[in-house]
């Protein structure tokens, strides 16, 4: 059986990491985990190329819209934030969209002490921070400020914070700083995009700061909010905790989640 992280760039995913160690230890020998580079527009092709060996596919940016439009069958979550982090093969060849980005990001926020009334700015408008709402919405936050460098973007949330009930209040990019003394920033923007804030932000200290990137590590964003005393998150937290729902849906047996954030500690050593 096979399954594989799609997305571009792709060669930087620990992905493979997480899974082989997941099906080593489960004893599921025979189960490959590869990386495939795939743009948007091209996952649709992609997976109506796949054969029946296949049992799923981690859906990275910048694909996670086209992957809800691609499914067969669409998991509550993944319709609510209109994007998938996850396509499961069914036994009748169809397929099924999730976001179990939803329930890794509630995991790792609640472990670092995020609780209800939080106020929360989120930095970018993709796929990601579609989860960040759903994710804000779980753990009680009182408010949601999104950061984002088109206007339009913010406009395409307001429908999701919508049906994961969350007040959802937008911003442009150039005032970002004004948003950074939430109790809670989530950077959701690829690499590169939020580094130009790191001179201009004004952490609360005690605040907590998640970055949904990991590589390189850390963030000059992450650096910053390090310095300021933050509580950082780092986007491998999150890796770890959205793979252990995909290997669940993959292979129909219990991630074996030490082996696999064992692994993928030593992968980072």
Known sequence: MRAAVVGKPIAHSLSP???????????????????????????????????????????????KEAALALADQVSPVAAAVGAANTLVRRPDGSWYADNTDVAGM?????????????????????GT?????????????????????????????????????????????????????????????PKGVGDPLADNFDWRPGAVFFDALYDPWPTP???????????????????????VGQFTQFTGVPAPVDAMRAALAAARD
Request: glycine share 12%; proline share 3%; charged share 15%.
């Open 221 to 243: 964003l992450a650096a910053s909010a390090l310095a300021a005393g933050c509580r950082v998150i780092s986007g491998l937290d999150l890796l770890l905790a959205q793979a």
């Open 17 to 63: 990491v997480i899974h082989a160690a997941g099906y080593a230890a489960a004893g599921l020998t025979g189960w490959s985990y590869t990386r495939i580079e795939c743009a948007a527009d091209d996952l649709a092709g992609l997976v109506a190329g796949l054969g029946p060996e296949w049992a799923g596919l981690s859906v990275t940016m910048p694909g």
């Open 106 to 126: 509630v995991d790792v926020l609640t472990a670092a002490g995020c609780a209800a009334g939080a106020v929360v700015t989120v930095l970018g408008a993709g």
């Open 129 to 189: 921070a579609r989860a960040a709402l759903a994710a804000a919405a779980r753990i009680g936050a009182a408010e949601v400020t999104v950061v984002a460098r088109r206007l339009e973007a913010i406009a395409e949330l307001r429908p999701v914070a919508a049906a994961v009930g969350v007040p959802l209040a937008g911003a442009d990019w150039d005032g970002a700083p004004a948003h950074a003394r939430a109790d809670l920033v989530i950077s959701t923007v």
